[in-house]
């Protein structure tokens, strides 16, 4: 067993989650499937939300290989600053990740989340860790929960690692973890650097260089009873930089907020699916989206993904970068820890972290 590291012991002081329900347990009891039990979940405030089902197909593709093509480099920078610009999101494509790496892990995450209980418990989060098996953050006993279980690691910088949130189970899971993760910040450094040329940015203003990559898994079991009530995650804005997803079992569930309506990202099984985060908008000075988004539940298949959160160094400070003297800033300069209490603490009194970050 490894010593507590700084970062660990930081992150720590920023949240503390209370403890709730497994999701995927309570979803195979139907003895316990009580209007009573039901009801932490059930949100009042969804069913007269807009869907656009039929523009599904429209969150825009990039093609990584395009990016550095000098044939096609121009205008795919383009598509991608209007991705950004206009949607906070894209399908990457050809993204570099081995097609072998690529399956292994969605088959590790799988075998995983299909371990018994007892077994997974033992991963179960430590107080005040964000990291660890269990739920999405609980502030308050009266809070809507959402209906999922995660399992969160930090998988870069290695020195920051906590080895006794590694799994051991499936035995293969800890190389796939490994592999996939250091894939990941190979891919994710070719996307920043032409994010940093299309803002205009310096690459080593963009803090690349001393992110910390979180790996969280995300089970959604299905709800047999009231599926449309339910969340598997409430609407919110990542507070990284850049969040890579990877959806497991091609399973539908994600929503973008768009245009005032709710839009349904039809999942790609060979893209990553890449949104700005917090950080990214405020450095970029609004330009590029940190869009809410949010996932629904099915009522007979479960959804698995993988979400990859880059996030500036804690000890870092983020502060938007001008494109002209005549500019004015729009936010103010934040500490990534100051801000990150923040983002943990919106849940309490339903005001968005980004928001206050706001000069107005
Ligand atoms: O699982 C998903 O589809 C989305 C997860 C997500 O939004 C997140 O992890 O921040
Ligand atoms: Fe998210």
New binding site residues.
Partial sequence: MEAPRSSETRWSTVASSLPVRNVQDLATCSEELTEETLKRYIRLDIQDDEVLAERSGEVPVIDLGKLFNPHFAEEESARLSFACEDWGFFQLVNHGIPDGIVATIRSDIEKFFQLPLEVKSAYAQLPGDLQGYGQSFVVSESQTLDWSDMFVIIAHPPQARDMRYWPVQPHTFRKSIEEYSSELMKTAHSVVTVLAKTLNIDLELMGDKYVCQYL?M?Y?PPCTTMAEKVL??SP?S?GSFL?F?L?VNSVE??QIRRHDAWIRVKPNPNALLVNVGDFLEIMSNGKYKSTE?R?TINTNQE?L?L?AFHVPSLDGVVSPVMGSAEERSLYKTMGVEEYSKLYMSNKLDGKRALDRAKLM
Avoid: A, I, W
């Fill in positions: 969280r995300n959604y598997g995650f919110h990542d969040t997803l959806e569930g994600l988004h996932v959804r993904t979400s």
